[in-house]
Nanobody
């Protein structure tokens, strides 16, 4: 059974940091991404990390988080992380982990992903 289990959300003051984790089981994935969603809005791309064959992972970020967020992976633990620094109130959202078994070119689109976690709430107070 494939599972993506997020953890690490919570409440933090503006300017603070939080780290999210996404533990995967049941498959080996070549593409991971983090998306976020606020009520009444579509799910928004945050960051992605991808591997083609045995090459170094490729990471991409939404412009709104570039320089503040870092996506990384621990292969031994089959876990992907999102380190969020210099958080802003507009970062408040439910954050979702997504994954595909293959290398995903259209990594910034939520419709491109087969597997999703349950989401974890991140709230940044001003």
């Amino acid at each position: 059974q494939v599972q993506l289990v997020e953890s690490g959300g919570g409440l933090v003051q503006a300017g603070g940091s939080l780290g999210l984790s996404c533990a995967a089981s049941g498959r080996t994935f070549s593409t991971y991404a983090w998306f976020r969603q606020t009520p009444g809005k579509e799910r928004e791309f945050v960051a992605s990390i991808r591997w083609r064959a045995r090459a170094t992972g490729y990471a991409d970020y939404a412009d709104s988080v570039k320089g503040r967020f870092t996506i990384s992976r621990d292969n031994a633990k089959n876990t992907v992380y999102l380190q969020m620094n210099s958080l802003k109130p507009e970062d408040t959202a439910v954050y979702y982990c997504a994954a595909n078994e293959g290398y995903t070119v259209t990594f910034m689109y939520s419709t491109a992903y087969t597997y999703w976690g349950q989401g974890t709430q991140v709230t940044v107070s001003s």
